[in-house]
């Protein structure tokens, strides 16, 4: 079946950067390829919130206002991962991070990772 697992989380003091890589397994080459990519997040008492997303080009790209500047998303598709580099980071990026996949057409993330936790000190 279908599994994404992120990587990458853990403690950073604000201003500082971070990377996330999300693996999937179960997905052949091409249909990976064809897939929509998106990270989320969601922190303590707070919804569920979006990050950002590629698409399958690898080129178009968009980010939630909170982000927008700050994080940059890609994707390699031959090791099947996608990655969120965050730079600039605040307290308030602190949450579980969450990657996500779906097929390009699809109007919902159909694949969900786990989470990996992000603690932003000030």
């Known amino acids: 079946q279908v599994q994404l697992v992120e990587s990458g989380g853990g403690l950073v003091q604000a201003g500082g950067s971070l990377r996330l890589s999300c693996a999937a397994s179960g997905l052949t080459f091409s249909l990976y390829s064809s897939y929509t990519l998106g990270w989320f997040r969601q922190a303590p008492g707070k919804e569920r919130e979006f990050v950002g997303r590629i698409q399958r080009s690898g080129t178009t790209t968009d980010y939630g206002d909170s982000v927008k500047g700050r994080f940059t998303i890609s994707r390699d598709n031959a090791k099947k991962t996608v990655y969120l580099q965050m730079s600039s980071l605040k307290p308030e990026d602190t949450a579980v991070y969450y990657c996500?996949?779906?097929?390009?057409?699809?109007?919902?993330?159909?694949?969900w990772g786990q989470g990996t936790q992000v603690t932003v000190s000030s």
């Open positions: 996500a996949a779906k097929y390009s057409t699809s109007a919902t993330f159909t694949y």
